[in-house]
């Protein structure tokens, strides 16, 4: 299946989203994690750092700063918020 | 005696706070993970007390076996009777107070289950009035009715408090949420966490903002590049230039104290003994350890600056493509210094397929115990000059390659053994939390290097004894070091040269390199019994000149080289692989085909350089 949601690998550096869901191939126990850290349905983040040559990304929420690789932050679905 | 068990989130301080009540230095550093099994001390002010450090956990429902295991241990230590804890104290990092405070409640649920009191530490409260910040402990500890102390482990403010609130009763903390929520209602305890955080945490995001400044310039393409190249070329260099005069010192006060002391002995066996295996073998290991008091200190500054965590994210990419991940940078940098600290440092790695390829790399990591060994050889083959303009010196150069050669065969196995593995299945992804910039904490790295230097002295010292008097003994006997090449080690060194005459070397190489299985700074020391035997002037002089003079051609030298990049010499390596992978398989395997290895390349090596020079 095909999804059209954007996910946090998407987002450039400096702008922020509202985290709206997971896509449905995550494993349950990852979500899990990435819900404590802090990216859970509703949780603001914004992109901090975007370095080039796919390295992972670095994601600012809730007063920390998680490093996320490509697989994983493209099963994050977001919504961008205007800047 | 009472327990106070310390619990918290992954680098929130618990180790230094754990140092701070009980005196006692567990591994402090900036960066998540480093604590990766349980410590128990007294505390100092309260000898009433026991503290209990446990490994930082992200949350109390765990997703990989090792963090099972740190969530056992802590719910196990739960259920002693009432009354025998006299608290669990929760370590917060004040300046990221969200995540903790998730982590705060998840404990406090499990505390008032068990009926045990808990005191919620709200560290690093230094940095937050560094920038006129603070948080409101009063208003969050009648909020979650727990009591908030805050502390900062590195200055010691608050710690007594903390203690005294510990010697005295506390109730155990009583019911705020439903029964059972942590099972049932995550999202609650998050949403408290995120209101609790609104109300009374620090206001301001001052501290993210100047992290992300630094972030732009040390993960950029370009700065972040040159700047990690730079620091590790200074991390070579460093070993070299910083720590020459060191081993110059300790060099001139190991002969100044044999010219003391020899003088009291008549002619004799003891008189050789003293000046051949003492000063000669264990003498000769002593002058190297500035570097690796020097090496610790420079890697310990990178993890404490927060750097190394960017450099895990910047290497994440290249690593990945030999079947690795950013996390395997760190237990592969460890094991630069020693490959067992870099072997309990994969436990950060979630995914149990990259963390036993990094078992696989972690041995043929340049570890500080071959740094004898390429020191006494870059000494005797390498001129000790400089070019660039003085800027680069190549004995330092020259180390720099052969790291790098113990580095890429580490990498290329890897991506070998990789490519015949069933690839990425039932992986476990890439995050890591990125920790703060800081300023390392100079007294804490001091202590730190000067530790691991112990350490070493303390593990390897007596193997080197040993091995030298019994070097010395075989050596000696028996004609009395007339003649080394008649003495009972003499014939039993002919029967190995045949493993070695290949590599151009003679017996006394091979003798010190079958010693060196023993632990690899061995082969310093035999060589140095070998040659003070055979010295019959008594010369206390550089080991690399007696090399230098015995006429060693490069091409064996570099077969040396060569041969301890790639075996897998070390004991106590193995053994702690052992008991991590928890069977001989891995250990056996590697001693076996990493020893294999070894020898045939270093044959090449000298076949080719023999064919150049
Ligand atoms: N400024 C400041 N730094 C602190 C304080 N407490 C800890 N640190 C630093 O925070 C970092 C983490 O400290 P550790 O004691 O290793 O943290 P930990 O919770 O044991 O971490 P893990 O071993 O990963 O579980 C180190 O760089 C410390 O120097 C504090 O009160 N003030």
Redesign the interface.
């Known amino acids: 299946m095909i999804n059209s949601a954007p996910s946090l690998w998407q987002m450039s550096r400096g702008k922020s989203c509202v985290v709206t869901g997971f896509d449905e191939s995550i494993r349950a126990?990852?979500r899990?994690?990435?819900?404590?850290?802090?990216f859970?349905k509703g949780a603001v983040v914004t992109c901090?750092?975007s370095?080039?040559?796919?390295?992972?990304k670095?994601y600012?929420v809730?007063?920390?700063?998680?490093?996320?690789?490509q697989?994983?932050a493209e099963l994050v679905q977001i919504q961008s918020l205007q800047a | 005696m009472k327990k106070v068990l310390l619990v918290g989130s992954p680098n929130s301080g618990k180790s230094m706070l754990f140092n701070r009540m009980t005196g006692m230095n567990q591994r402090v550093a900036n960066f998540p993970g480093i604590t990766v099994s349980t410590h128990a001390g007294m505390c100092r002010d309260n000898h009433e007390l026991e503290v209990i450090d446990f490994p930082g956990v992200y949350s109390l429902q765990y997703i990989s076996g090792e963090e099972e295991v740190a969530v056992q241990a802590f719910n196990n230590a739960l259920e002693a009777p009432v009354g025998e804890i006299a608290a669990v104290v929760c370590v917060v990092d004040a300046t990221r107070l969200e995540k903790g405070l998730f982590f705060a409640l998840q404990v406090r649920e499990a505390c008032r289950a068990a009926g045990h009191p808990m005191v919620i530490a709200s560290n690093l409260t230094d940095i937050l009035s560094r920038h006129g910040m603070a948080i409101d402990a009063n208003g969050l500890s009648t909020e979650v009715s727990v009591p908030v102390v805050p502390v900062s482990a590195r200055s010691g403010d608050g710690v007594l408090a903390l203690v005294a609130l510990l010697g005295g009763e506390m109730p155990a903390p009583t019911s705020l949420l439903a029964k059972n929520e942590i099972a049932v209602d995550q999202n609650r305890l998050r949403n408290l966490a995120e209101d609790l955080t609104q109300a009374f945490g620090p206001k301001g995001d001052y501290l993210l903002q100047s992290h992300n400044k630094a972030d732009q310039f040390f993960l950029n393409t370009f700065t972040g590049g040159i700047s990690f190249l730079l620091i590790m070329f200074l991390l070579f260099q460093s070993i070299f230039t910083w720590a020459s005069p060191l081993m110059d010192g300790v060099e001139t006060l190991i002969g100044a104290t044999a010219e003391a002391v020899l003088p009291w002995f008549d002619d004799g066996w003891t008189r050789d003994f003293v000046a051949d295996a003492l000063f000669g073998g264990l003498g000769s290991f002593l002058v190297f350890v500035p570097q690796i008091f020097i090496l610790t200190m420079v890697v310990g500054m990178m993890e404490d600056s927060g750097y190394l965590a960017r450099a895990a994210v910047i290497c994440h990419r290249p690593l990945r493509s030999f079947g690795l991940t950013g996390k395997s940078f760190v237990p592969m940098l460890s094991g630069v210094a020693c490959a067992i600290p870099g072997i309990y440092a994969a436990r950060t790695i979630e995914s149990p397929r990259r963390r036993w390829l990094t078992y696989l790399a972690i041995p043929l990591m340049p570890c500080s115990a071959r740094l004898p060994v390429y020191g006494l050889l870059i000494a005797a083959f390498i001129p000790d000059q400089t070019v660039l303009g003085g800027w680069v010196g190549l004995q330092g150069l020259a180390m720099l390659f052969i790291y790098l050669f113990g580095i890429v065969a580490g990498l290329l196995v890897v991506a070998v053994v990789s490519r015949f593995d069933d690839a990425d299945k039932d992986d476990t992804p890439f995050v890591l939390e990125m920790p703060p910039y800081r300023t390392p904490g100079f007294l804490t790295l001091v202590r730190n290097a000067w530790e691991r230097s112990g350490d070493f002295i303390k593990r390897a010292g007596p193997v080197i004894f040993w091995v030298s008097l019994v070097v010395w003994v075989l050596g000696y006997m028996p004609n009395y070091g007339q003649d080394l090449g008649e003495s009972w080690l003499g014939y039993a060194g002919r029967l190995i040269e045949p493993i070695f005459a290949p590599l151009g070397l003679d017996w006394k190489y091979g003798v010190a390199i079958l010693a060196s299985f023993l632990a690899r700074e061995v082969f310093v020391g035999t060589l140095g019994t070998l040659f003070g035997i055979e010295d019959s002037e008594e010369n206390i002089g550089s080991l690399a000149d007696q090399i230098t003079a015995s006429g060693l051609g490069l091409a064996s030298g570099v077969a040396v080289v060569v041969f301890f990049a790639l075996a897998s010499q070390c004991i106590s390596t193995l053994a702690t692989l052992r008991r991590e992978s928890r069977s001989w398989r891995l250990p056996a395997q590697l001693f076996v085909g990493y020893g294999v290895m070894a020898y045939v390349v270093a044959y090449l090596c000298y076949l080719l350089v023999g064919a150049v020079v």
Do not use: F
């Not at chain 1, 899990?32 to 802090?38: A, D, S, V």
């Not at chain 1, 370095?51 to 992972?56: C, E, I, Q, V």
């Not at chain 1, 809730?62 to 690789?69: D, F, G, K, R």
């Open positions: 126990n990852i899990m994690r990435l819900e404590e850290l802090g859970h901090s750092t370095p080039s040559l796919g390295a992972p670095l600012q809730a007063n920390s700063v998680y490093s996320l690789e697989p994983i």
